[in-house]
Every structure is written in structure tokens, then in C-alpha cells.
């Protein structure tokens, strides 16, 4: 990355007086002002049952495939805080790309089996590139379980383009899927679903979303099945994006499980919100997806923090990808922390982590 570049620069030259930026690219994990951000609350911590076993896999972790130009995209059309819908983003020329397309995408499909032996079949997000995501939902057989409107649900974790873009390659094949989005979606959101097109931001939804669409608030945890729950966070992104929400479940005789997009967040407060207002969240057992921590590759000393600060939650597996730098991985198996490799197929790049075709299974 250039030197001149980098994500810590990036937020020094944001707007003064905002800590927007820095918190949607740090989450409330920093470790400044979470004494202020984070007071202590008195709850009752909420039952939400249990599930059987939980199968995850990821569609795509490839949000994009290469840094530089992204972040080039950005700085050329003014910086971290621009609405993302007023983006140019660069689609071909990429060497390193899908079919020399910069744009990727999050997914992962989640099997979660009741105590009365019913699946409940959930597509989170729904990636950014359309060709690349429909090429990775047949591979897989998304769209063929959308097709016959097997999924019962879909969750878009935030309105982040990666996460949230490619909705047309859901909806081509479900367009009245039931939809679960957090509180914060911006209108434009609401119009990119209903088949709004922005040109600028080379974006579009040829197949317009029909069916019900629930916004999630953040004051309560939201049970969705016994032993399934969402839960939102009031946050500040990067790119005029507000809100995230991130999964919980209960595995029985295992433990509770998070499942995120991008945990802009912050881990540690995903994790302590968790142990505060869920019945047996001081057992977590797992945690897969993004973490949001070094997505760009540039270190930061208080990710050290972050770091540490895993061993004293036991965790037993990390399924970590997507917009957890590969230096972060790394300084977790270093330190010794349980840390699930995959098998770098599908264009990810490395197996240090869970990529793209790969299944992290509690059971």
C-alpha cells in the first residue's frame, strides 16, 4: 500500500471534529473513550433457547480483491465519509480481479437445526459484483435453494456495498424473500431493494424485492427462533453507512456462537454485549466471519490489545475472514488462539483462514 495511503492517514484526513471514520474502521473496540462509549448496564439477561447444531459456509469472503484500487475509488472521490452510492467504483483493468472486476462480496449460508429437528436455512448479506455472485451461489447451490425458496430468511448485516450490492443475485432467484435489515438503513438502501438504479456507483437491481422487510432496532435482542438471535448495534461506518447487526446462537452442550459480517462494532464489544444481555453468554464458543481488525494490512499497536484480550473469553474456534487482515491472523495463531484454517479455494487468497467454499460446523 502506498506509503502516503494508508487507513491511518486516510482517518487523520477526514472532516475535523467527526470520529466517524475512526470508529466505523476501528469499531467500539478501541480502546479510547470505551469508558464513555460503553457505560455499565443493569440487565436481565435474555433466554433465547437452544439450538441442536449449526453448519456455516462461507459463499464468499472476497469483499474486494485488491486494496489499492478500492481505496484509490475512495480518495479520488473525497474520502472515507462520502455516501458509497456516489462512488465511481473501478470494474475493470483489475488484474488481480474476477474477470478483471475490483468488486467481490460477503455471503455465507447458515444451517441451524432446532431441538425438534427443523432446519432453519439463513443467507446472510448478499455480496457486492452480481457475475461474481452468482457464479458463487450456483457453486454452492444458493440459487438453486432460493430458487425453490428453501431459505427462510436473508439478513443483510449493513448497508456496506460488499455486503449489501449484489442484492440482485438473491433476488433474481426470490424476490419475495423475507429480509431482516438493522435499523440505520438509509433510504437509499430502501430503493436499491425496490430496483433503484445509481449509475455513478455502477450499481443496480433488475430484480426488485417484493416480499416483507423487518428493521431490527438495537434496544432489545431480537429472538428470531428459540435459539437463534440478531442483534443490532447503533454504530457509525465508513462510507455514510449506520448500523450493523450480527448473529447469536445457543448450541446446546456447546455454547454460544457469533456469526458476523463485518463486526464494525468491535469484537470485544460484540462479545461483552453478549455476556450482559444473553443467558449464558459468558460461554462463548465459537466466533466466524469478519472481525474488522488491520482489513487494509496496516498493523495498529492497539490491535495488540485485541489480540490478548481473546484468551480471556475462551473461545474454542475462530472462523475468522473477509475484513480480518492475514497479519491479524497470524498474530492469533501466534498467540495461540484457536484460530480454524480453510483451503484457499474459489480465489481465496491464503488458507490461513476460513475462505470462500469452506464450513465451519458446531455440533
Known sequence: MEKDFSRRSFIKGMAVGTMAGYFGAAGLSSTVFKSQLLPKEKLNPVDIGQVKSLKIKVISETSW????????????????????????????????????????????????????GKVIKILQDTGWNPHWMDKRFKEEGIAEKLARKEIDFQVITHEHIDHFFGIESTTRHYPDIPMYVPKGFYQDGFDLLKGKSFPKANVKNDHPHKGKVTVLDSKQVNVLYPGIALMTFDVPII?????????????????????????????????????????????????????????????????????????????????????????????????????????????????????????????
Not at 489499492?68 to 488481480?96: C, H, M, S
Not at 446462537?249 to 454460544?256: A, L, Q, R, S
Not at 466466524?288 to 473469553?313: R, T, V
Not at 474456534?317 to 474459489?346: Q, S
Open 65 to 116: 480483491y485488491d486494496n489499492n484500487v478500492f481505496l484509490n475509488d475512495v480518495k479520488k472521490a473525497g474520502g472515507l465519509l462520502v455516501n458509497q452510492y456516489e462512488i465511481p467504483w473501478t470494474r475493470e483493468g483489475v488484474k488481480a480481479g474476477y474477470l478483471g472486476d475490483n468488486l467481490g462480496g460477503f455471503s455465507t449460508y447458515i444451517e441451524a437445526e432446532l431441538m425438534d
Open 239 to 363: 462510507l455514510r453507512v449506520f448500523g450493523e447487526q450480527a448473529f447469536v446462537f445457543n448450541v446446546k452442550d456447546k455454547g454460544i456462537v457469533l456469526v458476523t459480517g463485518c463486526c464494525h462494532q468491535g469484537i470485544i464489544s460484540y462479545m461483552e454485549e453478549v455476556r450482559k444481555k444473553i443467558l449464558g453468554g459468558q460461554k462463548i464458543y465459537a466466533v466466524q466471519g469478519g472481525l474488522h481488525i488491520s482489513p487494509f494490512e496496516d498493523w495498529d499497536p492497539q490491535y495488540d490489545d485485541l489480540i490478548m484480550a481473546f484468551n480471556k473469553y475462551g473461545v474454542q474456534k475462530i472462523g475468522c475472514n473477509h475484513c480480518t487482515g492475514f497479519i491479524t491472523a497470524e498474530k492469533m495463531i501466534k498467540a495461540g488462539l484457536p484460530v480454524v484454517k480453510g483451503t484457499a479455494r474459489h480465489m481465496s487468497k491464503r488458507d490461513i483462514y476460513l475462505g470462500n467454499g469452506d464450513e465451519l460446523v458446531i455440533a
